[in-house]
């Protein structure tokens, strides 16, 4: 039975530099300049590396380590090849081929009697170094590549991308990321819903509902969450005031040092009462993650959850999206979260990614 090498990376874009050698970054410091998609694309520079074991050019991207999801290998490849830390966007896509025929200008890719590697590819964006310090305890150690596996990295245009990159299936995944740029991607915004970590049984606490904790089992996939989030880089951190939401989201906010803002119309008890002002308050955060740029995560209860995805999948691009937010209880697992790509467009906010991020506990 063929073996299948996991591995993951991604394209890493920015703002062209000027002619004068200064960035050209919209009003928020992050977005490429222009107001639509087809000007952001014109705007955009990717990173493209040189390894010197195979002699081709290539995303930056590499094997996961043990215990590690695609997700941060994706997050620590990019940053340790291209020597700049990064948070991911959208999803681009996965190709697969041959292990033995890695670096090889042609491959097999239909073959599939042999070992295989397989790669996964997010959009990624540059952090500040600010955010960078922020996330560290969190994320873990990013340390720099040694110059026998990259001894080059370049910024270019996507067309001179095109033409540099040695390998058919990196030229598809360039493709695949071109689409996402046009459909607006270059300018979303992340934002996170996590589902609290495994609480106490209901039947089995004599206290208030609202005072139930996590289960050591909870705790400890709200520990191993935080290690996904932080490859988001989220900016602002929101919760229901009720225990075990503050302690899943309080272990990143430790981590980071970001506060926890409350909301109290995000409760069990407040969405049963009135579940219209939980959605305005909901609301409310995607307005405001897309005014000020800031990526956010939101803690809450499973059915809660379930109010907000019956109003998200009307924000869906597609109706395949709006399918992965679930319609039936318990919508996610305990201790998980969704990411979800959100841009701004004329007829308000529209979702164009959804993104399972689940914790790897071990």
């Given amino acids: ?24 970054f919209s009003d928020d410091g992050r977005l490429p300049v222009g107001s639509n998609p087809a000007s952001a694309l014109d705007a955009i520079e990717v990173c493209v590396v040189h390894r010197p074991k195979y002699d081709d050019w290539s995303w930056p991207k590499g094997k996961l380590e043990n215990n590690e999801t695609h997700r941060h290998a994706a997050v620590r490849e990019m940053g340790e ?48 170094e600010e955010a960078e310090k922020r996330r560290h305890t969190a994320l873990g150690p990013v340390l720099p590549a040694d110059k026998d596996e990259i001894d080059t990295v370049v910024w270019v245009p996507v067309s001179r ?3 540099l990159l040695t390998h058919t299936l990196d030229r598809t995944i360039l493709d695949k990321f071109v689409a996402l740029v046009k459909a607006g991607a270059a300018q979303s915004r992340t934002l996170l819903i996590v589902r609290h970590g495994k609480a106490e049984a209901r039947k089995q606490w004599k206290g208030l509902d609202g005072d139930r904790p996590i289960t050591p ?19 602002r951190l929101v919760s229901s005031p009720w225990l075990r939401c503050m302690q899943t989201i309080e272990i990143f906010s430790w981590q980071t040092g970001l506060t926890v803002d409350t909301a109290d119309e995000l409760t069990e008890d407040a969405f049963a009462e009135n579940p219209d002002a939980a959605w305005q308050r909901f609301r409310k955060e995607i307005d405001r993650m897309l005014d000020t740029g800031m990526d956010t995560a939101i803690c809450m209860h499973r059915p809660v959850i379930g109010g907000m995805f019956t109003h998200l999948r009307g924000m869906c691009a597609s109706e395949a999206l709006a399918k992965r937010l679930i319609a039936k209880s318990p919508y996610m697992p305990t201790g998980n979260a969704i990411a979800l790509a959100i841009i701004e467009t004329g007829d308000g906010p529209k979702i164009i990614d959804i993104q399972k991020v689940s914790p790897l506990v071990y």
Avoid at 6 to 15: K, L, Q, S, T, V
Avoid at 218 to 235: H, I, K, T, V
Wanted: proline share 5%; with cysteine; hydrophobic share 45%.
């Fill in 1 to 24: 039975m063929p073996r299948i090498v996991e591995a993951a990376g991604g394209i890493i874009y920015r703002p062209q530099q000027a002619a004068s050698g200064v960035m050209k």
């Fill in 81 to 128: 090849e291209s020597g700049v830390a990064v948070e991911l966007g959208a999803l681009i896509g996965d190709i697969e081929y041959p292990l033995a025929d890695e670096g090889r200008r042609k491959r097999r890719v239909k073959n599939k009697t042999v070992d295989q590697k397989h790669v996964v590819f997010w959009m990624a964006t540059p952090i500040t």
């Fill in 161 to 163: 991308a095109r033409k």
């Fill in 217 to 235: 089992r909870g705790a400890a996939a709200a520990f191993a969450l935080n290690r996904e989030l932080a490859c988001y880089s989220p900016d």
